[in-house]
């Protein structure tokens, strides 16, 4: 049984901790409601850029060809996987962790290459010996992510993609904020941009509404048109997981330190009332040793 010096020195030990995880939460809430502003800000435009450019692409001449936009072959694929720089918010990496190594289970037989954003993906996958085409640290570690920096990282991707020509296809794996208490973690393909067709009653049967098909009138030429929306789209993309990153980050990390500073608290009233309980004892074995005293004299 514990003595009350080995209590106390616990119990100090668990209130500190306390104040640390409940620092913690109250640092993440008031990141997280700038983080969810420009998520919700950013998504109409990613989601109607990405809208506007599969239609166009669906739509383009067989014969016209960009490096953006031809397909490849299957074997060569480049994993840009986006974590945490810091820890201390649950499963957040955990879970990206996990959707990259089911990523590289399901494709064992490509070579696939990895574009880590974060430490804690980096860190991992460094020490089991996936080779990497480029590292990319302290971009969300920050709490803000600047388009710039997500400019420079779309740049390295499209320059790997169409200069060197030995990356077929290009896939990320990131965090897509839903609310404070769930994130999802999203594993989509970034290059080639898909060529989409959609059948109209397909599209009807899927969402049981109608589908409005827009068709565009080109200004310019298609090739002028689409090299200079398809790096734009790159970076846009790249910007939004990020933004969908940190704001889920900050999420997971105020619901994970919330929770632990409840089970400190709880835990601090379990072991102040086993000291009340080791201290009363005590008080109870030194009356009855004055009361044996005084009777027996």
Do not use: W
């Amino acid at each position: 049984m514990a003595n009350l010096l080995d209590i106390r020195r616990r119990l100090k030990s668990v209130k500190n901790t306390q104040q640390i995880t409940k620092a913690l939460k109250m640092v993440s809430a008031a990141k997280l409601k700038r983080a969810q502003d420009r998520v919700v800000t950013a998504r109409p435009f990613a989601n109607k850029m990405t809208e506007v450019l599969s239609e166009l692409a669906s739509r383009a001449d067989e014969n016209f060809h960009h490096p953006l936009l031809d397909a490849r072959g299957d074997e060569r694929y480049l994993l840009v996987l986006i974590t945490a720089d810091k820890g201390l918010c649950g499963a957040f990496n955990t879970n990206l962790i996990k959707a990259a190594r089911a990523f590289l289970a399901e494709n064992a037989g490509k070579q696939i290459e990895m574009l880590p954003v974060g430490r804690k993906g980096r860190d991992f996958f460094r020490r089991r010996g996936v080779p990497f085409a480029d590292e990319y640290v302290g971009l969300t570690g920050k709490g803000r992510v600047e388009f710039s920096e997500a400019v420079d990282v779309a740049r390295d991707i499209i320059n790997r993609f169409t200069e060197d020509e030995t990356i077929d296809k290009v896939f990320i794996i990131f965090n897509e904020f839903k609310s404070v208490l769930q994130q999802r973690v999203m594993v989509e393909q970034l290059l080639p941009v898909a060529r989409v067709s959609v059948d109209e009653s397909e599209a009807v049967a899927a969402s049981q509404q109608p589908i409005n098909f827009v068709d565009y009138i080109y200004e310019q030429p298609p090739e002028e048109i689409f090299s200079r929306l398809l790096p734009r789209f790159v970076e846009t993309q790249i910007f939004r997981a990020l933004l969908e990153s940190v704001a889920s980050e900050h999420g997971a990390r105020m619901t994970a330190m919330d929770s632990a500073s409840k089970n400190a608290g709880e835990l601090i009233s379990s072991l102040t009332l086993n000291m009340n309980r080791i201290r009363q004892a005590a008080i109870t074995n030194e009356i009855i040793e004055v009361v044996s005293g005084a009777a027996a004299l």
